[in-house]
């Protein structure tokens, strides 16, 4: 058990870590309280903060599992003791932890007999496996067992759809919550004028309690950063006060020689200068490298990704400052 030192705000509230354990490593537990609150405070944290640990938190899980020759999900495979469903279901269960935007590959490839765990999966060294003795299989026979794998970073859960087979390639439902439960408690204090707010949370092992509690806190104010902003009118009512020209950044795309389109699709935003908040809009709406950006015009951008005019002007400086695109003077 781990006591963490209190934390205060400049507004007078503290919180700190009261208890922090490791059952295994699949499941950390982590209490915290935070305190004095007014009445009623306690109840409106509490809330958001339970909808944004359970929803808003970003997990990496297998998606989809490729098996050669196998004709079916529910087929067996001579020399595994499992079938192929119950190799899905297994690969479901790997706990992951990874700084991956989008999509990656990785496989596994193993000769029986023997047993296959989470540690035989070859994955890019930006996947972390978190338990290396989770079971997928048991050989019997000396065969080959080769096993293509889909890794996805993502939120909330995937239920596969009813065509899952596709290309010799099985989908699988996958959670990506790392926030496995959460509970809160109030509790008065100052003879019922103040509240303390108590949180229990419990995590997969791909992310800490206290790592949970800071992502969604971050989370949450990122989504409520655009109201402290003054109210710019619906734009698509509006579009005789936001002159756009016709240039899209997809027009100087086309002209950019191939191993510069490459350079770009290597790059990730958040490699770049841009401020968290750019960044969060942008990876919400599957913008995660400069190439994605680039194949968006600026309307697209405040549209799909929900900036304001100044963030797209602060992309349009990055690009010109850093990666010496030809973009126009005067775009807007």
């Not at 003791?81 to 706990?95: D, F, R």
């Not at 809160?184 to 790592?211: A, D, M, R, V």
């Not at 756009?244 to 790059?267: C, E, G, Q, R």
């Not at 405040?302 to 400052?321: C, F, P, R, S």
Request: some cysteine; hydrophobic content about 40%; charged content about 25%.
């Amino acid at each position: 058990m781990v006591r963490e030192k209190v934390t205060v705000s400049p507004r007078g509230l503290h919180w700190r870590c009261v208890e922090s354990r490791a059952d295994n490593k699949r499941r950390l537990y982590g209490r915290f309280i935070l305190s004095p609150l007014m009445k009623g405070q306690a109840d409106t944290i509490g809330i958001a903060l339970r909808r944004a640990l359970l929803a808003e938190i970003e997990g990496t899980a297998i998606t989809r599992a490729k098996l050669e020759k196998v004709p079916h999900e529910y087929s067996t495979i001579r020399g595994i003791q499992e079938s192929v469903h119950e190799i899905l279901m297994n690969l479901k269960e790997i706990v992951l932890r990874s700084n991956l935007y989008g999509t990656c590959e990785a496989s596994i490839c193993v000769k029986g007999p023997g047993y296959v765990t989470a540690q035989d999966i070859i994955s890019p060294p930006y996947v972390e496996i978190v338990d290396n003795t989770q079971h997928i299989a048991s050989l019997t026979e000396p065969i080959e067992l080769i096993i293509g794998l889909q890794i996805e970073k993502n939120r909330f859960i995937r239920l596969k759809e009813r065509n899952t087979f596709q290309d010799g390639s099985y989908a699988i439902d996958a959670v990506f919550m790392p926030v496995r439960h959460m509970n809160y408690s109030i509790h008065s204090s100052g003879n019922g004028k103040q509240e303390i707010l108590f949180l229990e949370i419990w995590t997969n092992g791909s992310l800490t309690p206290k790592e949970a509690l800071h992502e969604a806190c971050r989370n949450l104010i990122d989504l409520f950063i655009p109201f402290l902003h003054n109210e710019e009118g619906n734009l698509e009512n509006n579009q005789d006060r936001i002159p756009f020209l016709s240039f899209t950044f997809y027009d100087k795309l086309s002209k950019l020689k191939k191993n510069k389109k490459m350079a770009l699709k290597s790059i990730f935003i958040d490699q770049s200068e841009l401020p968290p908040s750019i960044y969060n809009c942008l990876k919400r709406s599957n913008i995660y490298t400069l190439f994605d950006i680039l194949n968006n015009s600026q309307e697209d951008l405040m549209k799909k990704a929900h900036l304001h005019i100044e963030d797209v002007k602060q992309i349009l400086g990055l690009l010109e400052k850093n990666f010496v695109i030809d973009l126009p003077k005067n775009p807007f």
